[in-house]
Structure formats: structure tokens, C-alpha cells
């Protein structure tokens, strides 16, 4: 198991800005790539952005580029997600994932932490 524990969400205005982090246990997290998915009632877990194992490729989902972005200290064991340019449709419980070589998904999750954005 790879207890992950995401903070940071809350109540902000359209426009703002929040800033999620997700603790990792272990001693193995700067072998792990990290994601951050989101999820609303009724859809489909959403992808929101990934980073790899040294912090040196990142990838995001079409409906946050520019506004969002990932980064990881592996000195700290947390991996962020830095929320620009809010608007009401990234409300959503904000999940943080890790995926363990050579493993081609990601087993271990968070309990989420809730983004309410209002207009």
C-alpha cells in the first residue's frame, strides 16, 4: 500500500487561484509518476495531469492547459497541483494517484479533497 493524503482544496471564487498537494508514505516516491484526477457526480473520472518520476515531463488534460500545473518535491514526498484561472466547471473532488514502476496504471489513491469554484 502507498498511503497518499491530498490537501488544499476549498471554496473559491471564479478566477482564483488554489494550490492541492498530496503527501506520499515511503520511501520510494521519487520512483513513482504521480497524476491528479477529478471527479464530479454522474461523470466519468477526468484526467487532469501527470508528472514523471524526476519532475521533468508533465502532461495535462485539454480542459486545464494553461491554467494548471503539476510539480513534485521529491525531498518533501508531495507532488502539487497549482490551479490557475478557476472557473465553476473545476468543481469536482480533486484525487491524487501514483503509479509504481513498471506498473502501466495507477493502483494507489487518495481520498480526494473537494475544489468548489463559484461564479
Known amino acids: 500500500q502507498v498511503p497518499l493524503v491530498e490537501s488544499g482544496g476549498g471554496l473559491v471564487q471564479a478566477g482564483g487561484s488554489l494550490r492541492l498537494s498530496c503527501a506520499v508514505s515511503g520511501r520510494a516516491f521519487s520512483t513513482y509518476r504521480m497524476g491528479w484526477f477529478r471527479q464530479t457526480p454522474g461523470k466519468e473520472r477526468e484526467f487532469v495531469a501527470t508528472?514523471?518520476?524526476?519532475?521533468?515531463?508533465?502532461s495535462y488534460g485539454d480542459s486545464v492547459k494553461g491554467r494548471f500545473t503539476i510539480s513534485r518535491d521529491n525531498a518533501k514526498n508531495t507532488v502539487y497541483l497549482q490551479m490557475n484561472s478557476l472557473k465553476p466547471e473545476d468543481t469536482a473532488v480533486y484525487l491524487c494517484?501514483?503509479?509504481?514502476?513498471?506498473?502501466?496504471?495507477?493502483?494507489?489513491w487518495g481520498q480526494g479533497t473537494q475544489v468548489t469554484v463559484s461564479s
Open positions: 494517484a501514483a503509479r509504481k514502476p513498471p506498473d502501466d496504471q495507477y493502483k494507489y
Open positions: 508528472i514523471n518520476w524526476s519532475g521533468s515531463a508533465t
